[in-house]
């Protein structure tokens, strides 16, 4: 499993960004996806996450701002950004049982986005 982000950059707080990842060596229907990000000095947070059966879950922060989806590519639409959403973004993948998502093993290398006030 391969998990490439992109779609990072630097956007002035109220911007909008779209986050995009692609998945190699795995059928996305048997797996739950998400997007999590690690400002520096903070440990890692959950953003959001798209489960196998479709039920997505959002941190307290993002809920109405950010939207995760799929297709063939996973992504996360991100609007009225706001400098503490400044942070690496990292694409995961956890294994679906059928009743839920095991652990996110599978990590992207990071897309890194900067919010200026």
């Known amino acids: 499993v391969q998990l490439v982000e992109s779609g990072g950059g630097s956007v002035q707080a109220g911007g909008s960004l779209r986050l995009s990842c692609s998945a190699s060596g795995y059928i996305y229907n048997d797996y739950c996806m998400g997007w999590f990000r690690q400002a520096p000095g903070k440990e890692r947070e959950e953003v959001a996450t798209?489960?196998?059966?479709h039920r997505t879950r959002y941190a307290d922060s993002m809920k109405g701002r950010f939207v995760i989806s799929k297709d063939s590519t996973l992504f996360l639409e991100m609007h009225s950004l706001k400098p503490e959403d400044t942070a690496m973004y990292y694409c995961?993948?956890?294994?679906?049982?059928?009743?839920?998502?095991?652990?996110?093993?599978?990590w992207g290398q990071g897309t890194q986005v900067t919010v200026s006030a």
């Open positions: 798209l489960d196998a059966v």
């Open positions: 995961a993948a956890a294994v679906w049982d059928g009743y839920g998502c095991s652990e996110y093993v599978y």
